[in-house]
């Protein structure tokens, strides 16, 4: 079995398996049954000043399903913590004391001024905490009050508080991104210029899951009215590690470390995370849905994997796709594929024949006794066959050997890299040279 | 005078009041709101999906189970009833283990079908016990056509025409209407009245005036019909049943599945049913399984079913055999009855077991019975009706026959494999076409 052990900016865990900052870690109680369940570290539910914020007090949270209802997406409407500021010190105090091994992060929302941020540091250093996370990512209700997301979205504010944190403590600052932006890789490097140790995102989505079609009304309704929430689970995991990736291939940000967060359920989400960058990850929906037992196959799954892979240290994973993260124009245009549907494997439902002969190419053949095959002429590669079939490696894509002749082109598939930057149809392309 | 199940004779009363109720309760009672849900989520919503193919009625299944997923079970409802009118008593009669759910893609791919038939029963009964009826008839046509038989043939049929404005009169030989639905099915598939109230809930299209009491050559004729109505459907079943030709036959205590099949339909509480404590069925199709079980049920110690053929050659289903089995019915194939013996009453049953070509091997088999329930087969009974095909009525695929301006459909008809679904579609199938003869030019 592989050892998992992680060392994320000087902060040690048994495993790169972390709870986000977020309802699970909001007390000593909950974050025992982690701990004790086996997760690697936490990130305390965010404090702030006191007189303490409070919540809502109809639902907090709305939802998106797939089939059987499973959760697919989370959406949630729950300030900051809402118990006063002592009351969490004391408990991660006592916690960090009883759990030693475990990482132990703070994640902080303080009005943007100095003063509240050198007052709230000193009482966290005093915890033994691992080190803070500075919540610049919540999109509902703090940034109405000028923190959360309303600061994460403002880099010149990034850069200030975090040189402001930098400067009042000696624990590592890990400063927890909005994907509410267009390019992430602003505030991360606002965050680098600042000092920060390292970044984490995402935070969640702004978002409304849907409308109670009797009320008229936004989900989850208050007394008839909803607010936007934040948005996260496995639905927006693809818009994280986009996110993720794009920090991790920017030159300018070349040595900024980042903890993964956005719908990570399974070993596999984890493993990808890091794959693009991530240097550990933070899991939140996953552990709301099915509860914290879920690290075990978590850390199964992983170890296995790094096992199969011959891989000793959780590090070898981090950042191993990054290189093959590049642009559309650098594609190779030479490459060709064709979709293959395996007779053996096919349940005859006709999935991949309705996608492809109302919304795509029409190279998907039905026989009278529903026998799906692939018209080679006609076949782009587009990979929704693939997509819509509900039997796994049922089809698949199967590249062309250079030499042979594309069916659907007329074309030999040269062996030879291109792509669309010396592409003939590329109006820049005389240009470049 | 307690009797149990060792009593010989047949007698009534041989359980504990209770475990009649539990016997005869619904064999798969409804999907509650979350079961159909579950179920429909795994649909794959094929592509002219081949369980459509299946349904000799074509409810377009994926859509239905769809609507069902989305929260709108009465549309579902709707999509079924305007292909199956039956719909409710198909989705609780339906071998659908050998229809829609034997093509369902997941039953290939994982041995385990859609659920199809109780989906099905969810979206019918949501609409029908809200007392919806979702067709409306069109302006009377002024046209008016017999239909010979309340069963699902004739009801189908009747519906249809009374839908395009047409005025139906059904006539039927038994007192109440609903045909085999409501005399010739298992009671455990269709509990609490079902039958009478989907034929109640059918007639609420109006257009269709019932007569019940009133049989084709004796009230009627096929010619006086001819003269009286645009149009005539003939679909009164096969009232007539197979004799077994041995000695004995006519003893006390042998008696036809149907008939016991109907007394137990009819009957107000099972309780005060007789039945035999040593029963032995003859048959090997649904009629025999339904005789069978229900014996059981009703309390007899031995039941045996005893098919003259290999258990690969019987017409009722596996599901219905294995329930059978379940129910602790002994099944024996490849047996012929050879003669009955008993004093005025029948007491013992003797077969002579036979090989793929019905030659006597030599073997015997003799089995005590007090009771024996022939289930061999039904034939069609009636003079002066059109051209028969095989001892039924030889019809073309929209249910012509022989004689202009008569149609007919269900099991009197030729073609078909006599199932409730079958009789729906052939019924519906002959009305679109005798309403496009009427409404030709």
């Not at chain 1, 509410?180 to 600042?194: H, Y």
């Not at chain 1, 309704?221 to 986009?242: E, F, Q, R, S, W």
């Not at chain 1, 018209?375 to 796994?392: Q, T």
């Not at chain 2, 067709?135 to 049929?157: E, M, N, Q, W």
């Amino acid at each position: 079995m592989a050892d998992l052990k992680s060392d994320f900016v000087g902060i040690k865990s048994p495993n790169p398996f972390w709870l986000a900052s977020a309802p699970p870690t909001d007390k000593e109680y909950n974050v025992r049954r982690a701990f004790d369940a086996g997760w690697g570290g936490v990130v305390w539910k965010t404090l702030g000043l006191d007189p303490h914020v409070v919540n809502v007090n109809g639902p907090r949270y709305g939802a998106v399903y797939g089939a059987d209802r499973r959760l697919l997406g989370l959406n949630n409407i729950e300030l900051i913590t809402d118990r006063p500021l002592q009351t969490n010190l004391d408990e991660i105090k006592v916690v960090k004391r009883d759990y030693p091994d475990r990482a132990m992060v703070v994640s902080l929302m303080v009005p943007c001024e100095e003063e509240p941020w050198k007052y709230i540091l000193p009482l966290v250093e005093d915890t033994g905490a691992d080190g803070v996370e500075l919540n610049f990512g919540c999109p509902h209700g703090m940034s109405e009050r000028g923190m959360g997301s309303a600061v994460g979205q403002v880099p010149e504010y990034i850069e200030m508080v975090t040189r402001w944190v930098k400067a009042n403590t000696r624990m590592p600052v890990i400063v927890k991104l909005t994907p509410n932006i267009t390019d992430i890789r602003q505030p991360a490097g606002a965050a680098m210029r600042g000092g920060a140790d390292a970044v984490s995102l995402i935070n969640t989505i702004n978002s409304i899951t849907s409308v109670d079609l009797d009320l008229f009304a936004p989900e989850p309704t208050i007394d008839g009215k909803g607010a936007h929430g934040g948005y996260c689970g496995p639905a927006v995991k693809p818009i994280a590690l986009n996110m993720v990736a794009e920090i991790a291939r920017s030159p300018d940000l070349q040595g900024l470390p980042v903890s993964g967060i956005g719908g990570i359920t399974t070993w596999r989400d984890a493993a990808e995370f890091m794959a693009l960058g991530a240097g550990n990850v933070q899991v939140c929906t996953a552990a709301m849905t099915y509860g914290f037992k879920i690290v075990q196959e978590m850390i199964s799954g992983l170890s296995d994997y790094m096992d199969s892979k011959g891989m000793t240290s959780v590090d070898e994973i981090v950042g191993r796709a990054v290189p093959n993260v590049t642009d559309w124009n650098q594609l190779n245009l030479n490459y060709v594929a064709k979709a293959t549907i395996n007779q053996d494997l096919c349940i005859s439902c006709g999935r991949c024949f309705a996608a492809c002969e109302d919304t795509s190419h029409q190279a998907i053949a039905m026989s009278d006794d529903r026998t799906f095959t692939v018209i080679d002429d006609e076949c782009v590669a587009c990979n929704l066959c693939v997509n819509v079939c509900p039997v796994e490696d049922c089809i698949t894509m199967e590249q062309m050997a250079p030499g042979t002749t594309d069916p659907r082109t007329g074309k030999v598939v040269e062996p030879e890299y291109a792509n669309w930057t010396t592409h003939p149809n590329n109006p820049a392309a005389k240009a470049a040279e | 005078m307690a009797q149990d199940v060792f009593t010989p004779g047949i007698v009534p009363g041989r359980l504990e009041p209770g475990e009649y109720d539990s016997h005869f309760s619904d064999l798969h009672p409804r999907l509650d709101d979350h079961a159909a849900l579950v179920a429909a989520d795994r649909c794959y919503f094929c592509h002219d999906a081949p369980c459509i193919t299946a349904c000799p009625t074509d409810i377009d299944i994926p859509l239905f189970i769809r609507q069902i997923a989305t929260g709108t079970p009465d549309a579902a409802a709707k999509t079924i009833l305007s292909q199956n009118i039956m719909g409710g008593m198909c989705a609780r009669v339906c071998p659908t283990e050998q229809l829609c759910e034997e093509a369902c893609v997941r039953e290939k791919a994982e041995g385990k079908p859609v659920l199809i038939g109780q989906l099905q029963r969810y979206a019918t009964d949501h609409l029908q016990e809200q007392g919806i009826h979702p067709f409306v008839r069109a302006a009377s046509t002024g046209r008016k056509i017999a239909v010979v038989g309340a069963g699902p043939a004739g009801l189908s049929c009747a519906h249809r025409l009374a839908m395009h404005g047409h005025d139906v009169v059904v006539f039927d030989a038994r007192p109440r209407p609903g045909g085999l639905n409501e005399y010739g099915i298992a009671s455990y598939k269709t509990v609490e009245g079902f039958a009478a109230a989907e034929v109640d809930w059918l007639l609420q299209i109006g257009g269709i005036e019932i007569r019940t009491g009133v049989a084709l050559g004796r009230e009627e004729t096929l010619a006086g019909l001819r003269d009286q109505y645009d149009a005539v459907f003939l679909g009164m079943g096969l009232g007539g049943v197979n004799a077994l030709r041995v000695e004995g036959e006519d003893k006390d205590g042998i008696l036809d599945a149907v008939d016991f099949i109907a007394d137990l339909r009819q009957a107000g509480d099972v309780a005060t049913l007789p039945v035999g404590r040593d029963v032995v069925v003859i048959g090997g199709g649904m009629t025999a399984i339904d005789a069978a079980v229900q014996s059981k049920l009703l309390g007899a110690l031995n039941v045996t079913l005893v098919y003259r053929r290999g258990r690969d050659r019987m017409n009722a289903s596996v599901y219905e055999q294995d329930l059978a089995a379940s129910r602790g019915v002994r099944i024996v194939t490849s047996a012929m009855p050879v003669g009955v013996t008993g004093n005025g009453a029948v007491r013992e049953i003797e077969f002579s077991y036979v090989d793929a070509d019905m030659k006597p091997t030599g073997e015997t088999l003799r089995l005590a019975a007090d009771q024996v329930l022939k289930a061999i087969g039904q034939t069609l009974e009636g003079e002066g009706l059109p051209a028969l095909d095989g001892g039924k009525i030889a019809v073309d695929a929209v249910g012509r026959t022989s004689v202009d301006g008569v149609w007919a459909g269900g099991d009197c008809a030729s073609g078909g494999d006599d199932l409730t679904v079958t009789a729906v579609a052939e019924g519906r199938d002959a009305a679109m076409d005798i309403h496009a003869s009427l409404t030709a030019g």
